[in-house]
């Protein structure tokens, strides 16, 4: 068992910056990947950003304005995104992959102004 704890959304004008943090509290060695992912009303959740030994992966919609990075030591995953647009309005959540299971973080609102 995981738990991922989120923080670090908001409302911010177009063009604005945020950075999510999302902090497991399970040692390092045991998750395979973090991630986040995001929800917006009536839409299917999509992948925002992924990292792993294996390297980082980003959504379309994400490369080139946002940056995932992760502590190995504090087991914290973080989100930089930098020239938020209106349709980046969404819930935000983390996302752990531990040997094939998928555990989620309860979710950051994101809202971006025009």
């Known amino acids: 068992q995981v738990q991922l704890v989120e923080s670090g959304g908001g409302s911010v004008q177009a063009g604005g910056s945020l950075r999510l943090s999302c902090a497991a509290s399970?040692?390092?060695?045991?998750?395979?990947?973090m991630g986040w992912y995001r929800q917006a009303p009536g839409k299917q959740r999509e992948l925002v950003a992924t990292?792993?030994?294996?390297?980082?992966n980003y959504a379309d919609s994400a490369k080139g304005r946002f940056t995932i990075s992760r502590n190995y030591v504090s087991n914290t995953v973080y989100l930089q995104m930098n020239g938020l647009k209106p349709e980046d309005t969404a819930v935000y959540y983390c996302?752990?992959?531990?040997?094939?299971?998928?555990?989620w973080g309860q979710g950051t609102q994101v809202t971006v102004s025009s």
């Open positions: 996302n752990a992959l531990i040997t094939g299971l998928n555990f």
């Open positions: 399970r040692n390092r060695l045991s998750i395979d990947a």
């Open positions: 990292i792993s030994i294996a390297g980082t």
